[in-house]
């Protein structure tokens, strides 16, 4: 009987742990920074302009630690080229601040910049403006 309960016990057991859930990451958050002298929507602009954009982006909670940030550009509908990649400290790894003084071809047409945040769990988050060139 005493073996019993204990294999019943034991049972029960691994049932509790096998139905406790693993918190569920969250995306990082990302946003574009507005306000004078920043280019935060997608706009018209002229050839060789230079603009300046920036992101502020925050982990989800505190587990949600900040780990990598790229920016990518792609002209024309082309491919997408990283221009700049950073992986963050842990002293960063809460929130993360980034301007980049980005100066358009000399050529019309598009130019997509993405900028993309990821955090220890392996969540994306990403924020985009697209210029047109004129």
Same mark, same amino acid.
């Given at each position: 009987?005493?073996?019993? @309960?204990?294999? $019943?016990? @034991? ?22 920074? #507005? ?8 706009? #018209? ?15 989800? =909670? /505190? ?11 792609? &002209? ?6 990283? $221009? &700049? ?7 960063? =790894?809460?929130? &993360?601040?980034?301007? $980049?003084?980005? #100066? @358009? ?7 997509? &910049?993405? $900028? /993309?945040?990821?955090?220890?769990? =392996? ?8 210029? #047109?060139?004129?």
């Amino acid at each position: 009987m005493k073996k019993l @309960t204990t294999i $019943f016990a @034991t049972v029960v057991a691994l049932s509790l742990l096998a139905s406790c859930d693993k918190e569920e990451g969250s995306l990082p958050n990302i946003e574009m920074k #507005t306000g004078s002298g920043y280019t935060s929507s997608n706009a #018209t602009v002229s050839k060789n302009q230079t603009l300046l954009v920036g992101i502020t982006a925050s982990n989800a =909670g /505190t587990a949600d630690v900040l780990k990598s940030f790229d920016a990518s550009r792609i &002209y024309d509908g082309g491919s997408s080229n990283s $221009f &700049y990649s950073e992986a963050l400290s842990v002293q960063a =790894g809460d929130e &993360y601040r980034k301007d $980049f003084n980005i #100066t @358009t071809r000399n050529e019309e047409g598009t130019e997509k &910049y993405t $900028f /993309t945040v990821t955090n220890k769990d =392996g969540y994306r988050n990403s924020v985009s403006v697209t210029l #047109t060139v004129k």
